[in-house]
């Protein structure tokens, strides 16, 4: 113990009142304290008590490696978890994007059937599918629409055909006749 500074200085001169210090040398780890020895009111020497800190240190060596392992785990648990979710979540959002090509492709019968979780993700789904139901309902009227347009002007189309055609058949018809036909 003479070889440690700390320890000579306090053989040397003891300390006037008890004191703690740590030595950390290249094998050895100390934890030291020196008290003084008092007779009267005089210093008689100093007693000087050491202490291995090393099983200290190996535990905290030990507690320090399960941190870091434990916080590797959480980062890898974390990290599965966020790619399993994020994966989840952008297959949605695919078969959200395939049903929007399919459907600019005309088949507006096309829908996403989500059956997931109520989340944001679900409510959008829900939402474009009732989108979807709703465009499609409005084609649709509008196809019959056009139809029935398309039949109502057949009907006078086809009648004035057939009295142009009356004309060419009978080009020298009385002019009274020819009036009335145009």
């Not at 306090?10 to 040398?25: C, E, I, K, M, N």
């Not at 499609?136 to 398309?150: G, I, K, M, W, Y």
């Not at 055609?165 to 145009?182: F, K, N, V």
């Amino acid at each position: 113990l003479t070889q440690i500074p700390q320890v000579s200085a306090w053989l040397r001169s003891p300390p006037s009142v008890t004191q703690l210090a740590q030595f950390r040398g290249p094998n050895q780890h100390l934890l030291m304290l020196a008290s003084p020895i008092r007779i009267g009111n005089s210093t008689a020497g100093v007693l000087v008590a050491t202490g291995s800190l090393a099983s200290l240190d190996a535990e905290q060596g030990r507690l320090i490696a399960l941190a870091e392992a434990e916080s590797v785990l959480v980062l890898v648990v974390a990290l599965v978890g966020a790619y399993f979710l994020l994966r989840r979540l952008l297959g949605t959002v695919a078969s959200m994007t395939a049903a929007a090509e399919e459907i600019s492709r005309g088949r507006l019968e096309r829908r996403l059937d989500y059956r997931g979780p109520n989340d944001e993700v679900g409510r959008l789904a829900q939402t474009f599918d009732g989108m979807l139901a709703r465009i499609s309902s409005a084609f649709r009227a509008q196809r019959e629409l056009v139809a029935d347009v398309s039949h109502q002007l057949r009907t006078p189309i086809t009648s004035i055909r057939g009295h142009l055609e009356l004309l060419q058949r009978h080009p020298d018809g009385s002019p009274e006749e020819t009036a009335a036909t145009l």
